[in-house]
């Protein structure tokens, strides 16, 4: 499992087994929230429990939690952290073989979420771009090809977004400077497009954007015109108002497209961007952007 909801999940379930082993026994794990602790799950006892807030003084005192308990009377408790406590409780006292089951349930829980934790820190550090924590190139085009896969054609959209002159700002501004500037140009990239749409730094000044659930043809020129005018807007370096700008070519999936297909147009696009004068955007046309031996257009 790599998700810490499955591990409590299967946490509680072993739990609730254990319950239905040994009737006249309940669980209880208590964690700490913004007004103290409460009851983050149980078994053995009503669903109206989750939630409850309970006194701080169960810590030192667990047979205080019969109050929200009814029938069950005797409690034990291990504090796990400051934050989490489990606590085993009974009609009658509790043998100590069962409460060291479920007291092995609790730290199996978090020993699962202490790796699935590190696992999506390592995940991320593998998948996200150190500079800008925009996603690298290759989970970039993982969701590219999960995307082509599912959504409709006309629905989705590829824009390959080039800084313009950057190297001018790297050789003015030092390589310091040229970092800041990404950093605030890609937090720009990233705020485009809503929850369907998926920036990523492909390397040094270019970036790409990743358009999904789109209504109608017209929505990724939108974007892309937006992101332009955003991307031209000036940037405070030290005491420097710097200003950029980028070319954007667009592609549009359609039917049986490759993720290299839709790749090459989107890249031909922001070329031809160039070639027009920069700070353009520019839509990939079959008929434009293709000679009669269909050559792609030169890199300008």
């Known amino acids: 499992m790599t998700d810490v909801e499955s591990v409590r999940r299967t946490g509680i379930e072993a739990a609730r087994e254990i319950v239905r082993l040994t009737p006249g026994v309940a669980f209880v794990v208590l964690r700490r929230g913004p007004a103290g602790l409460y009851v983050h799950n149980a078994a053995g006892l009503p669903d ?14 667990p047979q205080l939690i019969a109050a929200f308990t009814g029938r069950f009377r005797h409690w034990r408790i291990e504090t796990v952290s400051d934050d989490l406590h489990s606590l085993v409780g009974g009609i009658k006292p509790v043998q100590r073989d069962i409460a060291d089951a479920f007291w092995l349930i609790s730290h199996q829980v978090i020993l699962g979420e202490t790796a699935c934790r590190s ?28 995307a082509l896969r599912l959504g409709p054609p006309g629905t989705v959209a590829l824009l390959q977004i080039d800084l313009d002159d950057f190297k001018q700002v790297n050789d003015t501004y030092g390589h310091a400077g040229g970092d800041d500037l990404l950093v605030e140009l890609a937090g720009r990239i990233g705020q485009a497009g809503g929850a369907g749409a998926l920036a990523a730094r492909l390397g040094g000044d270019e970036f790409a954007l990743l358009l999904t659930g789109l209504t109608h043809s017209g929505a990724a020129q939108q974007v892309a ?67 009669r031996g269909g050559d792609r257009l030169q890199h300008a």
């Open 225 to 291: 015109s937006e992101r332009c005018a955003a991307l031209s807007e000036p940037v405070t370096l030290g005491s420097a108002a710097v200003r950029v700008g980028a070319s954007i070519g667009i592609a549009l999936a359609d039917v049986g497209l490759t993720p290299d297909e839709l790749t090459r147009r989107a890249d031909i696009a922001m070329y031809a961007a160039k070639v027009r004068g920069k700070h353009q955007v520019e839509r990939f046309d079959p008929a434009r952007h293709q000679d």
């Open 48 to 61: 109206e429990v989750l939630g409850v807030a309970v006194p701080e003084t169960v810590v030192a005192d």
């Open 119 to 146: 696992h999506a820190e390592l995940d991320y550090q593998a998948n996200h771009d150190d500079l800008t924590g925009l996603p690298t190139r290759a989970k970039f085009f993982k969701e590219l090809r999960e």
